[in-house]
Each structure stands twice: as C-alpha cells, then as structure tokens.
Nanobody, 125 residues
Framework: QVQLVESGGGLAQAGGSLRLSCAVS????????MGWFRQTPGNEREFVGT????????DYADSAKARFTISRDNAKTTVYLQMNSLKPEDTAVYYC??????????????????WGQGTQVTVSS
C-alpha cells in the first residue's frame, strides 16, 4: 500500500519561505511522477507543480513559477516543495500526489492514484 505523508506546513509571513516534504512509503517511489496540489475552502484542488520520476524535469503552474521549486530524493523516497516569496494567496492546504496516468496527465488531479492527507500553509500579510 502506498502512503504519502506531508509535513512542513505552518504559518509564514508574506515574502517568507517554507519547505514542504512528502515522504512516500510502499510502492516504487523511483518510478513515480510526483505532484503538488493545493486547495482552499470552496474551491477545487489546483495544480501547483510536478516532477518527473528521475527528477530531471519539472513543470509548474504559472502561479508557482519562479517562486516554488520541486525536488526529490529517490534514496529517501521524499519529494519537496520549496516555496519562496510567499504571498497571502498561497494560503491553502497543500497535498502531494503520486503516479498520474502518464506524464501528459501530470496537471490533472483526477489522474493521480495516491494522495497525502495535506498540510496547511498560512501566509499572513
């Protein structure tokens, strides 16, 4: 059984930074494309970014480009989301996800097979 556990959320000031981690157990982490999504109350879960199984390719939503960086450590079966220059509109519950149905579906939340429980990020102005 594949399990994903996020950590690192919390409160940050605008302009500050946070790093989220997502530890994966079970399955074969090194073959999974990993994604990060976020959700605010009353809204759909939205794509933030993704990283290929090798870690060589990343893709980001426009809202995350130039501010957020995804990386992974296959030896530690962990993926990271480094968030810099945080804005109040980044406030959300952040989720990591594993193994979409192909790289072409990497932005589609419905294509991911495994999800973490989420971690709250709150950015104050």
């Amino acid at each position: 059984q594949v399990q994903l556990v996020e950590s690192g959320g919390g409160l940050a000031q605008a302009g500050g930074s946070l790093r989220l981690s997502c530890a994966v157990s079970g399955g074969t982490f090194s073959v999974y494309v990993m994604g990060w999504f976020r959700q605010t109350p009353g809204n759909e879960r939205e794509f933030v970014g993704t990283i290929s199984s090798s870690g060589r390719i990343t893709d980001y939503a426009d809202s995350a480009k130039a501010r957020f960086t995804i990386s992974r450590d296959n030896a530690k079966t962990t993926v990271y989301l480094q968030m810099n220059s945080l804005k109040p509109e980044d406030t959300a519950v952040y989720y990591c996800a594993a193994d979409p149905r192909g790289w072409s579906n990497r932005r589609d939340r419905q294509s991911y097979n495994y999800w973490g429980q989420g971690t709250q990020v709150t950015v104050s102005s």
